[in-house]
């Protein structure tokens, strides 16, 4: 729409002259013309209406001008006052916001009108007094304003066609912020460069917070911790003694004095008031005392530090008898830390100890140089007395004793492994004794009750109760073959095997045994070395293990969880990364047994591989399942740790050394059954020391046709040797009175070169074997039922007969 003409312009102002001058010659010529008023009223109202429209089209439609100048275009005005750091607004007579810059807005808030902005101190005051003096004078100024932290000046001026608008400056004003250059000098080239120069220096706030350091004071004050300094309250890295000379809290009673200086890190012209530079933020910059320059008081220091790197326990006291200091090594022997360090010696040791240490310090600390020695025992250690050395000092400020002790918590622990090792070897031989009479006493009553079970059928009233009786002695003789796998004098027959075929062999008898409430995880390292183990024991083992997890599973609240069978391959490399006092570095094939049970103490685990130790109820288990285990694989050449804490399972690690000596040997299921052949008449010697055990195998060979002569000790062997031989085998028990086994054996050799020997004994074979130098010889292990002494009679023969009589024996085997 076309705009219209301005009435206050020249044209405007003709054309409505000429417009009335003219519609005024029109009525004069009406009423000339006509002599009529009447006409001429008509058109004099036309006229008035007419005005009247004009009056009110210029009351609608105001002048250009008028509509110019109160609704200006303020979005030129608002990219013209556009500024990157000044602050710009514009408000007009009654103090409303005509138009601000997006400097302002960021700065103040978009309902911010000047002069009430939030400014810091007496800055609204200021600001307000300039707005009137623009009014005024046409323009005021106001210095030294602080918006939010920020130092502003402010520049009022009176604008406008009207001088009706006030035009609003707000400028930063440039200056230096020390502190932040001090945290970006630390953190430089600058704050290595001062370290270097044994200059630490760290920026805090007026908090005392620290805000930067270099990496002097980092390493200094917090060691390995040095990367999280920044944020930290400064006095908690620094302590003061009763001299208030300042130290390093992580160096203790070891550290050596600093000096400290503190410059605030303050612009002059900034901050007048003291109170206001004092809680400014600051440079504490900390080096060491000059040795130099020291007095004994603060030698003593340097002394302390020298001290403390010894690996000797030692410390001083003053002439009151009060610690001045005391090295890592005294407080490691007296069993306390730093903070539990006492006032006095005598609080170290118990208390029939106090007088004796509490005089020789006094002596020591009152009298000429002299030194000497005090027996005592600490408060820590009662039972192992310690030998405490004193000695006088002079010349060294407030320090007058120097205490020596020897740290011998090494040595403590070395004993205690030592005197556990004797007493499971203790116990060891002990359990092998028991164990050995005991099988003398099974294999009668085992060999009895066969010998009733062949003159009684199923349906006698006697057999059930003869067969409770074997079966009871077959559980007792379960127990020994658990003492004497603790003693490590178990018969193993070691095998070349893979651990992964075991642990799979063993998987579906551990999944019954276990429970539906416990999931069985199995894992299995690739390329794993042989080794050389019994397999029916290491299965023992597993199954050993296995068992005491599920019971520490179902303890729980609710009970359940999983037990992890792992097999693991171990270098050496990884053994050495160990770093082991106990397993020799080598490769190991090992098996890890974990449960996600309830764990066991300290006090527990040191205690788990003692025979008839547990901790379930009475009446549940025998407390042999884990010395079992541990004498099994001791006897097998391994190793077996635990690891284990209170609430989070047990491990149970055991090492195998890999195998080098041949391929892996097939395991057979079922023994070859033996057959006897043509020697069921042959001519036997037995000799055995128990009357019972030579009575049953004295009956139960002679009932498969056996001509036995017997002996009771190794010397009636040699005599029956040379009053009724020869003889086909001798059948010989290994410890006897008098004349053992392996010695009657040796002379017997003597006399008949190749004569076949089968000895019976309740100890381990192994054992047997390595003390035992001859060829050639059969082993029977106790207790033995009758058919298992007549099988091993019928394979000592087979086994040493000629290739022409086994050649019959097996055609003998083949017509019957």
């Not at 101190?121 to 046409?138: F, I, K, N, S």
């Not at 005598?346 to 029939?352: A, M, Q, S």
């Not at 178990?490 to 992964?500: A, D, G, K, N």
């Not at 160990?578 to 190991?588: A, C, G, H, Q, T």
Request: proline share 6%.
């Amino acid at each position: 729409m076309p705009a219209l003409p301005d009435p206050d312009s020249p044209d405007v102002r003709i054309t409505t002259l000429i417009i009335i001058g003219g519609l005024a010659v029109s009525g004069a010529l009406i009423w000339l013309a006509l002599g009529d008023w009447v006409p001429l009223a008509l058109f004099a109202g036309g006229l008035v209406a007419l005005a009247s429209l004009i009056l009110l089209v210029r009351h609608q439609f105001p002048p250009r001008s008028e509509v110019q100048r109160a609704m200006p275009d303020w979005s030129v005005t608002f990219a013209a006052t556009d500024h990157p750091t000044m602050a710009i607004a514009i408000t007009d007579e009654a103090g409303r916001m005509i138009c601000a810059n997006q400097r302002f807005i960021d700065q103040f808030g978009a309902e911010m009108v000047p002069p009430k902005l939030s400014l810091a101190g007496q800055g609204g005051d200021l600001l307000a007094e300039a707005g009137r003096a623009a009014w005024r004078d046409g323009e005021g100024r106001a210095a030294g304003l602080m918006a939010a932290g920020v130092p502003i000046d402010a520049q009022v001026r009176r604008v406008g066609r009207g001088q009706d608008y006030l035009l609003w400056r707000f400028e930063p004003v440039a200056r230096h912020d020390l502190a932040v250059e001090a945290d970006a000098m630390l953190a430089g080239r600058p704050g290595r460069a001062l370290g270097e120069g044994g200059f630490m220096a760290a920026a805090i706030t007026p908090d005392g917070r620290i805000r930067a350091a270099n990496s002097a004071f980092a390493a200094r004050a917090a060691g390995a911790d040095a990367g999280n300094v920044v944020g930290r309250d400064l006095a908690s890295f620094l302590r003061a003694d009763e001299r208030n000379r300042i130290y390093f809290e992580r160096e203790g009673r070891k550290g050596v004095p600093l000096r400290l200086f503190h410059l605030p890190l303050v612009d002059p012209l900034q901050v007048t008031e003291p109170a206001e530079r004092e809680r400014a933020p600051a440079l504490v910059v900390l080096i060491d005392e000059d040795p130099a320059g020291m007095d004994k008081g603060t030698a003593l220091g340097y002394v302390q530090t020298l001290l403390g790197l010894l690996p000797v326990g030692l410390a001083m006291t003053d002439r009151d008898g009060r610690f001045l200091f005391a090295n890592d090594a005294f407080l490691r022997a007296a069993g306390i830390t730093e903070a539990e360090l006492p006032p006095y010696p005598g609080d170290l040791v118990v208390r029939e100890d106090k007088g004796a240490i509490a005089d020789a310090v006094r002596r020591h600390a009152s009298g000429q140089a002299m030194a000497g020695d005090v027996a005592l025992r600490l408060r820590n250690q009662p039972d192992e007395p310690v030998t405490l050395s004193l000695a006088s000092l002079r010349g060294m400020g407030d320090a007058a004793v120097l205490l020596s002790v020897k740290d011998n918590s090494e040595e403590s622990r070395l004993k205690r492994q030592v005197a556990q090792a004797s007493k499971m070897q203790a116990i060891g031989q002990l359990a092998g004794g028991v164990a050995h009479d005991f099988n003398n006493v099974l294999t009668a009553i085992i060999g009895h009750c066969d010998l009733m079970l062949m003159r009684h059928s199923p349906g006698d009233s006697d057999y059930d109760d003869i067969q409770q009786i074997r079966s009871n002695s077959n559980r007792a003789a379960s127990l020994t073959r658990h003492l004497l796998a603790f003693s490590r004098q178990q018969t193993l027959r070691p095998q070349v095997l893979q651990l992964p075929d075991i642990v799979s062999d063993t998987s579906e008898l551990l999944k019954r045994l276990i429970g539906e409430k416990i999931v069985l995880e199995v894992q299995h390292d690739r390329n794993l070395g042989p080794v050389r183990a019994d397999p029916g024991q290491l299965e023992q083992v597993i199954v050993n293990l296995a068992v005491n997890g599920r019971d520490a599973m179902l303890a729980k609240r609710p009970p359940g969880g999983t037990l992890t069978i792992r097999t693991r391959k171990v270098t050496a490399a990884d053994v050495r990364a160990m770093n082991s006092d106990i397993l020799p570095v080598d490769d190991y094939s090992a098996i890890l047994v974990e449960d996600s049970g309830t764990g066991m103490p300290p006090d527990v685990q040191a205690r788990i591989f003692e025979p008839f130790f547990t901790t379930k109820d009475v009446g549940k288990g025998t407390g042999l399942g884990l010395s079992t285990v541990y004498g099994i694989v001791k006897q097998s050449g391994g190793y077996i740790f635990v690891d284990s804490e209170p609430g989070q399972g047990t491990t149970f690690s055991i090492y195998f050394p890999v195998y080098r000596g041949g391929a892996v040997e097939q395991r057979s299921r079922k023994p070859a059954k033996v057959n006897p052949g043509q020697w069921g008449h042959a001519r036997l010697l037995l000799v055995e020391d128990e009357d019972m055990v030579r009575a049953v195998a004295e009956r139960a060979l002679t009932r498969q046709g056996f001509t036995v002569v017997t002996a009771s000790d190794g010397e009636d062997g040699l005599e029956r040797l040379g009053d009724s031989g020869p003889f086909d085998l001798v059948v010989s028990d290994v410890v006897m009175p008098n004349l053992d086994g392996p010695g009657m054996a040796v002379e017997m050799r003597k006399r008949m070169p190749g004569l076949p020997i089968l000895f019976m004994s309740g100890y381990a074979e192994e054992t047997l074997r390595q003390s035992i130098s001859i060829d050639q010889v059969h082993f029977l292990p106790k207790p033995f039922s009758v058919a298992q002494i007549v099988d091993a009679v019928h394979g000592a023969l087979a086994a040493s007969a000629t290739p022409g009589e086994q050649a019959s024996a097996n055609e003998g085997k083949l017509e019957t």
